[in-house]
């Protein structure tokens, strides 16, 4: 069992940085995945950023240049570095986990993930 817990969101202007961390606590096995999603209403929950245990990324398009993903050396935090934040960006944003190896072009679906936190609320104002 792996538990994930968010934190970092907050209210920015456009243009403005914010900072997730997801810190996970339980048994994270070595070639575990990781990843940020995002669900704002009306819209289907969508991959933003995944990181493997090979140190490999990926980005959905609109956020590639500002958004940053990274872990630390336990494996065991998640962030996401969010510059230049535009309204868009407007959504509860969740960390997933899974304790396989992903593909790089498979981190950012859904299916591949078996663990999710409660998510922390991002919201940019124009």
């Known amino acids: 069992q792996v538990l994930l817990e968010e934190s970092g969101g907050d209210s920015v202007q456009s243009g403005g940085s914010l900072r997730l961390s997801c810190e996970a606590s339980?048994?994270?096995?070595?070639?575990?995945?990781m990843a940020w999603f995002r669900h704002a209403p009306g819209n289907e929950r969508e991959g933003v950023a995944g990181?493997?245990?090979?140190?490999?990324?990926y980005y959905l398009e609109s956020v590639k240049g500002r958004f940053t993903i990274s872990r630390d050396n336990s494996q065991k935090t998640l962030y996401l570095q969010m510059n230049d934040l535009q309204p868009e960006d407007t959504a509860m944003y969740f960390c997933?986990?899974?304790?396989?190896?992903?593909?790089?072009?498979?981190?950012?679906?859904?299916?591949?993930?078996?663990?999710w936190g409660q998510g922390t609320q991002v919201t940019v104002s124009s």
């Open positions: 339980g048994y994270v096995h070595p070639s575990s995945s």
């Open positions: 990181h493997n245990v090979a140190g490999q990324t």
């Open positions: 997933a986990a899974d304790l396989r190896l992903t593909a790089a072009e498979n981190l950012l679906r859904k299916d591949r993930y078996a663990f």
